[in-house]
Every structure is written in structure tokens, then in C-alpha cells.
Nanobody, 114 residues
């Protein structure tokens, strides 16, 4: 059974940092591109960042330079380090694993507010 379990969300003040984790099981982790998406209230889900199995990364313009996505293949975990957080980063963040199949996590809430 495939599982993507996100953790690390929460409430943070503007300018603060959070690190999200996505622990995978039930997949051949090294075969998958891992990604983080987010969905704010009333908006469509959007790609935040992705990392291929060879370590190539892609970032949305809105987060480039502030967020860093990495993966630990031995731990089957992807990490999203989020710095200099802004209120507009508030959303539910979803982990995604994509290869021949696409899998999603349940999401973790990130709220940036004073």
C-alpha cells in the first residue's frame, strides 16, 4: 500500500521558517519525481517545487530563493525547507510522487500570520 505522510506544518510568523517532510512507503522511491503542491482557500492547487530522481529541482517563481526541496533516498523522504515565509504562503501543502503512477499525501496546513 502506497503512503505519503506529510509532517512539519503549523503556524509561523511572517519571516519565519518551517520544514515539511514527506515520508514515502510502498513505492520504489528512487523511481519517482517528488513534488510539493499547495492549495489556498478559493484557489487552484499549484506546484511549489519538484525534484527528480537524479536531483534536478524546479521551483515556482513565487518561492524561488526562499524554499529548498531535497530528498534522502535512503530514508525515502523528501524535505521542503521554507524560509522567509509570507502570509501568501498560507495553504494546505500536499506531497506528490510521480512516475508511471501519481500518488498524493493527505496534506499539511501551513499558516503564516502575525
Amino acid at each position: 500500500q502506497v503512503q505519503l505522510v506529510e509532517s512539519g506544518g503549523g503556524l509561523v510568523q511572517p519571516g519565519g521558517s518551517l520544514r515539511l517532510s514527506c515520508a514515502a512507503s510502498g513505492i520504489i522511491f528512487t523511481a519517482y519525481t517528488m513534488g510539493w503542491y499547495r492549495q489556498a482557500p478559493g484557489k487552484q492547487r499549484e506546484l511549489v517545487a519538484s525534484i527528480t530522481n537524479s536531483g534536478n529541482t524546479n521551483y515556482a517563481d513565487s518561492v524561488r530563493g526562499r524554499f529548498t526541496l531535497s530528498r534522502d533516498n535512503a530514508k525515502m523522504t523528501a524535505y521542503l525547507q521554507m524560509n522567509s515565509l509570507k502570509p501568501e504562503d498560507t495553504a494546505v501543502y500536499y506531497c506528490n510522487a510521480e512516475a508511471f503512477y501519481i500518488h498524493w499525501g493527505q496534506g499539511t496546513q501551513v499558516t503564516v500570520s502575525a
